[in-house]
């Protein structure tokens, strides 16, 4: 056989066009991985608009929001007291009611909730065990993080055996309770009426202060608290503030309920 038969593009399987060099498939791979890691870099770089987005304090959290909801809802209340009582005044200027029915819906109005209440007052206060908490008492088992926080039935618990004590008034923090307000809890934080709390929490009620703590003692609920608090340590403590006033509610006091479609 002569060289030329045996030389690349001759003869019968060397006439056709030459093949281009081979792409490897790890090279394509190489290539895509470099692609998408200068994808991200611009879009990190877009994102970033000269920040650090790896701190924390430049992410919006949820928990920033619940507390910027929180805030406002406050400043509404406040808004909402300051007109309601430039309504009442309005209201008592023009002349349209006798002193008698004036009287009348004072009354009412303090039976609401809606206008200050002053008297002779107890506070309790409630609050989370430590975290690191253990048994204190022998026979309980290691503490698990449920048993270490304030749930809603504590302070539910508290809240029913104060009015069953005759309190004439009750404020939860720093808000007074009426007959719509309720008591609730996400987590370890307190929602009442459009605002968050964290523990301690602070329930005070104004009445008979001897009968109110043998309300409270009385109380099976606050009994069955009263073990967590021996045994792990939750926080509780009674006090007799004397003469103090509790704030008006100053919330809406519309109701809203639903009704059947027509």
């Not at 081979?22 to 090279?27: D, F, L, M």
């Not at 400043?75 to 004036?102: F, I, P, Y």
């Not at 009620?205 to 001897?210: F, K, L, R, S």
Request: positive net charge.
């Amino acid at each position: 056989m002569s060289n030329s038969a045996d030389s690349p593009g001759t003869g019968a399987m060397g006439s056709g066009p030459r093949r281009g060099p081979r792409v490897r498939p790890v090279r394509m791979l190489t290539a895509a991985v470099f692609a998408l890691a200068g994808l991200i870099f611009f879009t990190s770089f877009d994102t970033a608009k000269g920040t650090d987005i790896r701190q924390d304090g430049s992410l919006l959290k949820l928990s920033d929001l619940i507390q910027q909801r929180s805030r406002k809802n406050k400043d509404l209340d406040e808004s909402n007291a300051s007109l309601r009582d430039g309504v009442e005044s309005l209201a008592k200027s023009d002349g349209g009611s006798t002193k008698d029915q004036d009287r009348r819906l004072t009354g009412l109005e303090k039976s609401a909730g809606t206008q200050a209440l002053t008297g002779k007052a107890v506070t309790v206060t409630l609050n989370d065990a430590p975290p690191n908490a253990t048994a204190k008492l022998p026979g309980y088992p290691p503490p698990q993080p449920d048993y270490l926080v304030i749930h809603q039935q504590d302070l539910q618990a508290v809240v029913n055996a104060l009015w069953q004590g005759g309190a004439k008034g009750i404020k939860v923090m720093d808000q007074r309770l009426i007959s719509t307000s309720a008591v609730r809890c996400v987590g370890n934080t307190l929602i009442l009426q459009g605002r968050v709390y964290s523990p301690p929490y602070k329930i005070t009620a104004i009445g008979d202060p001897g009968r109110l703590q043998k309300s409270l003692a009385d109380s099976k609920a606050i009994q069955t608290y009263m073990v967590y608090v021996n045994v792990y340590g939750l926080g509780w403590k009674v006090t007799d503030d004397g003469t103090v006033t509790l704030p008006g509610y100053s919330g809406t006091v519309d109701l809203h309920y639903a009704k059947p479609v027509q």
